[in-house]
């Protein structure tokens, strides 16, 4: 009776297990479909190569809010990456524990969930007024780095924190610093849980809109630099939803967002294997 129990456990879990992945998967399909069969009749050349001219009916296209949008994206990551990485790889490998380092994960998970407009707000305050970078794409970058840092460190941190020990004594016993055992031993072991968290930050700053409206201005001009205004896909976005009765438009954009985002995703992961086996030494 026991191994009859034990085993129609395991069915049942297994089967819940398998039924809630399968509609997670069809709820992903289900919308992404959506946006697509709706929204890529709208697509065109014009509508990609034309700046958006406002209006009721969201005239123009959106080729200077995917250029605010990667540059945005671009310049976010140069500033989050390094200090999120470096910010976990101190807490997991050098940092002692006590007080002051409880105290900075405590701040850290506090962080992440404050609403992103206040980090908006800090920006307005900090980055377009006190440092005079005015609505730019350098004030909404900042400020979305610090309102992803807190992930960053904390996916990075437990990347790290998930790779055997046994891993740190193997490499210091063969003579290896401190450094090199981080470098060469453990970054390429933790590297995909590290760029999982990378991803996750891409796909949340490419969402943000509180945030960037009161820091990046949400000009529609082509940006000339990193601090010239801009507007990204998703405010576009909402703006053509709330604005205009361009509905058409507001799903051809979606579908944009949506492409950018795979491909982002795509050359992320491309870019960390080929990282991964230069560091490890394969080919």
Request: charged share 10%.
């Given at each position: ?7 129609r456990t ?25 946006v ?18 406002g ?8 080729s ?27 807490l997991?490998?050098y ?14 998970e506090v ?42 460190i ?11 020990r046994?891993h740190?004594?193997?490499a ?5 610093t ?6 060469r031993?453990?970054l390429?072991?933790?590297l995909?849980?590290?760029v ?12 943000e ?40 438009k ?8 949506v ?7 795509t050359?992320?992961?491309?870019l960390?294997?080929?990282?991964r086996?230069?560091?490890t030494?394969?080919?």
């Amino acid at each position: 009776m026991r191994r009859i129990s034990a085993k129609r456990t395991q069915q049942l879990a297994m089967a819940g297990i398998w039924t809630t992945g399968i509609v997670t998967v069809l709820i992903l399909l289900t919308i992404i479909g959506y946006v697509l069969a709706k929204g890529a009749p709208g697509i065109g050349w014009s509508f990609l190569t034309t700046a958006p001219r406002g209006g009721l009916s969201g005239e123009g296209g959106i080729s200077t809010v995917i250029v605010s949008t990667l540059y945005l994206i671009g310049l976010t990551m140069a500033i989050l990456v390094p200090l999120g990485l470096g910010a976990a790889i101190y807490l997991s490998e050098y940092a002692p524990d006590n007080r002051l380092t409880r105290l900075i994960r405590y701040g850290t998970e506090v962080l992440a969930g404050v609403p992103s407009i206040v980090f908006g707000l800090f920006g307005f305050a900090l980055f377009v007024t006190a440092l005079s970078f005015r609505f730019s794409i350098l004030s909404g970058a900042l400020t979305l780095a610090c309102l992803l840092l807190p992930t960053l460190i904390r996916t990075s941190e437990e990347a790290l924190m998930a790779v055997p020990r046994s891993h740190r004594e193997a490499a210091l016993a063969l003579g290896a610093t401190k450094w090199q055992t981080v470098w060469r031993v453990l970054l390429p072991a933790a590297l995909p849980g590290i760029v999982t968290g990378v991803i996750l930050c891409i796909g949340r700053a490419i969402g943000e809109t509180a945030c960037l409206f009161v820091t990046m201005g949400g000009s529609t001009a082509l940006p000339t630099s990193f601090f010239s205004g801009g507007r990204t896909l998703s405010m576009h976005l909402l703006y053509l939803v709330l604005d205009t009765n361009a509905f058409e438009k507001a799903l051809a954009t979606g579908v944009v967002l949506v492409i950018i985002i795979i491909v982002i995703n795509t050359l992320t992961n491309w870019l960390s294997q080929r990282f991964r086996a230069r560091m490890t030494g394969g080919a």
